[in-house]
């Protein structure tokens, strides 16, 4: 049986624990992905009580096996940027092609109070079931690191 539960504070963060679900993320999102500790600071993020700062997790269970896994992080931003960004999502690979993404993805949609926003690189298979999801390309993001002085 498949259940996708939604995880609002960190205490609520059991089966699996953070670690886990930090491992699963950086596993399962392969070359798409960040670092452990990068993973980790986003999930703190979402568990934030501070203004502006927020969002929350979802986990996917596929007959009681973590199979999927989404973290959403709220902008505080809403009516210029959208409020939420979807910033990562990953299915365990053997459980891929199966419609698990995309049932996570809808679930995170509906619990958003606003619109969402998410980055995807154009090489990622992902891409297009964003795209079926609606989600649209409005322009190229670019950056600018310190690094580069």
Known sequence: MLEIRKI?????LTNPNKSELVDFLHTHLDRFGDSKEAIEKCIDYSFSDEPGKGGFVLVEHLDNKLVGAL??????????IPEHVLVYVA???TYRNKGLGRK??????????????????YDNPAKRLYERLGFTNKYAEMRYTQDNK
């Open 91 to 93: 299915v365990d690979a």
């Open 71 to 80: 973290v959403i992080n709220d902008t505080g931003m809403g009516g210029y």
């Open 104 to 121: 996570i993805v809808e679930k995170a949609i509906e619990h958003c109070d606003g619109n969402v926003k998410l980055h995807v690189e």
């Open 8 to 12: 609002e504070k960190l205490d609520e």
